[in-house]
């Protein structure tokens, strides 16, 4: 057989899993069934056709199929030539065709002539006959019909609504197949996405939209949202109007106008699977590490289209990581709504960003509220402690039972290790009294000291949550209803119950959740977030902090929290760091949470070696390893010949680094990852891994008494130090060279010396202003505008020339000088190839040289270059390099400097 004939049989199949039957021109029936595909038919010129598509009897397609690694666009011709020469006792519908497929097996392209500008777009799979007669009967298509929108009416809308929903038609009108929205958490996303759906839906006849979600209690949320939905050209709501339908089982009512889920249950739907666990749904996709994407093959259950439209709301690195194909599955316009975009998501979208609302504006607006950083550090969170030896409480994490147990030696614990292996209830209470003695004295001193302010504390895990619930209804002396946890191991109360008491419930002050309220969830009376974990990842954290960003009107405010005057700001406790440390786009390796010990080491020991399960099995065994004795840790190397459960570890991952296996197919993959987890095999070593975990413990630091370091508002700090910064230069700008030079630009006329700048340094020294601690200052206050937050002063002054010139505004970026040099420098290379100079590479490595020179002392005088380049041969090596050297030195230093 030859490609295009293997690439035929490939086609066929997918025709069939669509509902076509396949015939050649011996067998031809047009009438045979709804949806006919002939093989090789002879058009009016006397060439074939690769395959006819009749529906209800008529002609109205082609498909041209040509071998698989074949480029498509230039096969577009040849589909056009056939849709074009029908034969005249052909019955069709009508002429030329509408429908073009063009396909090499692997990718599947389709163009609507219908469309008044027909393009091709790639799709998943065939079309089904059935949607195939409704494009026949349409009278206008989807499409076209974008053309005819009405004038969006303000109405109620928000001027950044208004502009999302006008910017989204645009980039439909304009047929891109995805837009991004960028809007402030607050800012009211979902109200935006009610209001262009139902557009959509009446005057572009949308079949049905689905509405992608990251978590179940998310869905529960959006779907509410729609049904007090008032549309705005009449006295009903959406859902009297039009079904509203939020899966809870993996079935989409045929009716349904708009569809809510996650995309964990929407794969699950592609896969053919029956029932789906809900649990499932209650994680964020933002606490699992991304792997490799989700295989899917079509599902003519759920046709590819089901939607004409997708919102992913929150889309973050999920939809363009492992669940990319479950989207791209669909033949559907793609719509994100997003308050922290990433230049990962911006790629996805085709960097189609129609409208963007960042938070800094929405505060401006007054939609959402700033917040004040409060900074809390004690001796035990920075340095940790040391339990002495001797009879010890622990507790067990998983029955939480409490025993004793001997310590032979004194057991040191890092802050790292608070409230994983060890708890010291004293370092919570000292941050909780903290937090209790500062809030009617520096956070609201302006109030009656009746009242918590509603406070959302984050805490590591469910044992530390429950750890703190108890302990802060101790410090405030307060009943069970002041404070309470919200996590998904809560007994038999409902989650989404509590969350609903919390918002409105006066008595209820303290809440205490893992990831539960950490994306999406509406609190606008909540005042106080407490981090008492580190977040690693930035925009996690982004959406931590965007709780308390809501605003409320004053009256219901008060209605809440009594003794309130009004929520201008909201403060963040940071207890552990969180406002400090480095973020990244990595989460946790935990991708099973619901999945137990011994069913995932069951399961691994069946042969399952997914991604999924691999990962997690690495997240649960380096935990375990954390929490045992030497003398576990030499048990279980007794049964992994040698091998250490962190070395294991690092052996998995390493079968999940696709940097790793790049060069490797799949079939040595799993071989690699089979050999990685031979240990699993073992039921010794499954038993003893089980027992270890059920036994894991918390070693509880009853001895430690834990002090206050510091307590103060970290951004207002920073915020003092830089206007003094400000006035210092304002002051100074014509008394001190270096300033006047730089404040002027006067540097053709005099040299930025490092002598200059040193003199500055001291003088900004003497002054009580350290320059590393005004840019870190500026990092506290925009670290969307400096990419680093600690910079070497002493080691390059020359950065102090940066700090200066985006203090007045002449640099938008806040930037090491060495980086900025550099690009500079590359300018200026480009500018002399320009002008017709080029240069040999005995000449480069002396420029160069000089460039490294001017990065660290500012400014290289033809004086200095004997000293600084006596064994390249000096100044005299350089006139000899050059035909003009003084003016060269001299553009040079003012390209970098400048």
């Excluded at 049989?9 to 009438?31: H, P």
């Excluded at 790049?662 to 050999?675: G, H, N, R, W, Y």
Aim: aromatic share 10%; hydrophobic share 35%.
């Amino acid at each position: 057989m030859n490609p295009e004939d293997v690439a035929r049989i490939d086609i066929d199949k997918l025709l069939i899993s669509a509902g076509f039957i396949i015939q050649d021109m011996v067998e031809f029936n047009r009438t045979a069934s709804l949806g006919i595909a002939v093989r090789e038919f002879v058009m009016q010129d006397g060439t074939k056709a690769d395959y006819l598509i009749f529906i209800d009897g008529k002609a109205c397609g082609v498909i041209e199929a040509k071998k698989s690694g074949t480029s498509l666009s230039g096969v577009e011709n040849q589909s056009i030539k056939y849709a074009n020469n029908l034969p005249k006792n052909v019955r069709c519908y009508q002429n030329p065709l509408p429908f073009l497929y063009e396909s090499n097996s692997k990718e599947i392209y389709f163009t609507n002539l219908k469309d008044d500008n027909p393009r091709s777009r790639k799709i998943f799979a065939f079309h089904k006959p059935e949607f195939l007669r409704e494009l026949l009967n349409q009278q206008s298509t989807l499409r076209n019909k974008f053309k005819n929108f009405p004038t969006l009416n303000r109405a109620n809308l928000r001027d950044c609504q208004f502009e999302a929903i006008s910017s989204v038609e645009n980039s439909l009108r304009d047929l891109k197949p995805r837009a991004l929205i960028q809007m402030a958490t607050g800012a009211g996303k979902t109200y935006t996405a009610c209001n262009f759906i139902y557009r959509l839906i009446k005057f572009a006849n949308a079949k049905r939209v689905l509405f992608l979600v990251d978590r179940n209690n998310l869905a529960r949320q959006t779907k509410k949202e729609f049904e007090n939905f008032h549309l705005s050209d009449e006295n009903r709501k959406f859902s009297e109007v039009y079904i509203v339908q939020h899966l809870s089982t993996n079935a989409i009512d045929k009716d349904a106008k708009v569809v809510i889920t996650t995309i964990q249950r929407l794969y699950s739907m592609l896969q053919n699977e029956s029932e789906y666990d809900e649990v499932n749904e209650e994680i964020s996709a933002f606490e699992t590490k991304p792997v490799q994407q989700k295989n899917v093959v079509y599902n003519p259950k759920v046709p590819i289209e089901t939607f004409d439209f997708i919102v992913v709301d929150e889309c973050h690195r999920s939809i363009y990581g492992e669940w990319r194909q479950v989207l791209e599955y669909f033949d559907a316009f793609l719509i994100g709504l997003t308050a922290t975009p990433s230049k990962q998501t911006l790629g996805y979208f085709n960097k189609n960003l129609v409208s963007s609302y960042p938070l800094e504006r929405s505060i401006v607006d007054k939609i959402n509220v700033d917040c004040n950083i409060f900074r809390i550090k004690t001796k035990i969170s920075e340095g940790g402690s040391t339990i002495e030896a001797g009879e010890i409480p622990t507790i067990d994490k998983r029955t939480r039972e409490q025993r004793y147990e001997s310590l032979d030696e004194d057991l040191e614990y890092s802050s790292k290790d608070l409230d994983y292996s060890v708890l010291a209830p004293n370092q919570i209470i000292t941050v909780l009294e903290c937090y209790k003695n500062s809030i009617f004295t520096q956070l609201f001193p302006e109030r009656e000291p009746n009242f918590v302010p509603k406070t959302l504390i984050f805490a590591k895990d469910d044992n530390h949550a429950e750890n703190i619930t108890r302990l802060a209804r101790e410090v405030f002396n307060k009943g069970n209803e002041f404070c309470k946890k919200i996590t998904y191991n809560i007994g038999n109360e409902d989650p989404e119950s509590l969350i609903k008491a919390f918002k409105i419930d006066p008595k209820f002050r303290i809440a205490v959740t893992v990831d539960m309220i950490a994306t999406g969830t509406d609190i606008k009376a909540l005042e106080v977030i407490i981090f008492l974990r580190d977040v690693k990842s930035s925009i996690y954290y982004e959406q931590m902090k965007g709780r308390g960003v809501r605003t409320i009107n004053s009256n219901d405010l008060q209605s809440i929290t009594p003794n309130a005057i009004s929520k201008d700001k909201f403060y963040i406790i940071d207890a552990v760091g969180v406002t400090e440390s480095k973020k990244s786009l990595s989460s946790t390796l935990e991708r099973k949470k619901s999945l137990s010990l011994k069913k995932l080491l069951e399961n691994v020991a069946k042969g399952d070696i997914s991604d999924d399960t691999l990962s997690t099995l690495a997240g649960r065994i380096v935990r375990i390893e954390a929490n045992i004795n030497n003398d576990d840790k030499n048990k279980i190397k007794s049964l992994t010949d040698g091998k250490s459960l962190s070395n294991i570890t690092n052996e998995i991952l390493d079968t999940l680094d696709g940097d790793k296996t790049i060069s490797k197919t799949q079939d040595e993959i799993d071989a690699l990852k089979d050999a990685t987890v031979k240990p699993f095999n073992s039921p010794a070593l499954r038993t003893l891994l089980v027992d270890l975990s059920s036994k894991s413990k918390i070693y509880i630091d009853l001895v430690s008494t834990d002090e206050v370091v510091s307590a103060d508002f970290s951004k207002e700090k920073a915020q003092e130090l830089i206007v003094s910064f400000k006035d210092f230069i304002d002051k100074n700008k014509d008394e001190i060279e270096a300033l006047s030079i730089i404040y002027n630009t006067n540097y053709k006329n005099k040299s930025l010396t490092y002598k200059l700048i040193k003199e500055l340094d001291e003088k900004l020294k003497t002054s009580l202003l350290e320059p590393e601690k005004i840019w870190e200052a500026y990092y506290v206050i925009q670290d969307n505008k400096v990419r680093t937050k600690k910079v070497s002063i002493a080691e390059c002054l020359t950065n102090l020339i940066q700090l200066i010139k985006f203090a007045i505004g002449f640099n938008d970026e806040l930037v090491e000088f060495s980086s900025v040099a550099n690009s500079r420098f590359e300018l200026w290379c480009g500018r002399q190839i320009n002008k017709g100079i080029s240069f040999s590479d005995e000449q480069m490595e002396f420029l160069r040289l000089i460039k490294d020179y001017i990065i660290t002392n500012s400014c290289l005088d033809k004086n200095d270059i004997q000293e600084l380049l006596g064994d390249k041969g000096g100044i005299f090596k350089a006139n000899k390099l050059f035909s003009n050297f003084d003016d060269l030195l001299d553009d040079l230093n003012l390209a970098i400097v400048a």
